[in-house]
């Protein structure tokens, strides 16, 4: 059982990969932000597999956090977003 979960947690790592390409290439703010979101949960998968995998349940409070931190930082773009196309102003 413990190699399928290291094998599920090598897979989300590939996944960071390709969301740095993301970062790299996006050609809008809304790309950009959707990679860390990727990253974010990404990480929280690989905390809560390492957290079965190791049976460190520590490590899934890490990843709660880590949830609440990727919800403030979609909320507060969505905000920024919708606050500079209200005046008009391009995408940031």
């Known amino acids: ?51 079965e995998a190791l049976g460190a349940p520590s490590l899934r409070d890490v990843a709660v956090v880590l949830a609440l931190l990727a919800l403030v930082t979609a909320a507060a773009f969505a905000l920024r977003v919708a606050g500079s196309s209200a005046r008009g102003e391009p995408e940031p």
């Open 1 to 51: 059982m413990t190699a399928v979960l290291g094998a599920f947690a090598l897979f989300c790592a590939a996944n960071v990969v390709a969301a740095l390409w993301r970062v790299l290439r996006g050609p809008t703010a809304a790309d950009r932000l959707l990679a860390p979101q990727l990253f974010g949960t990404t990480g929280i998968a690989v905390l809560l597999l390492l957290a």
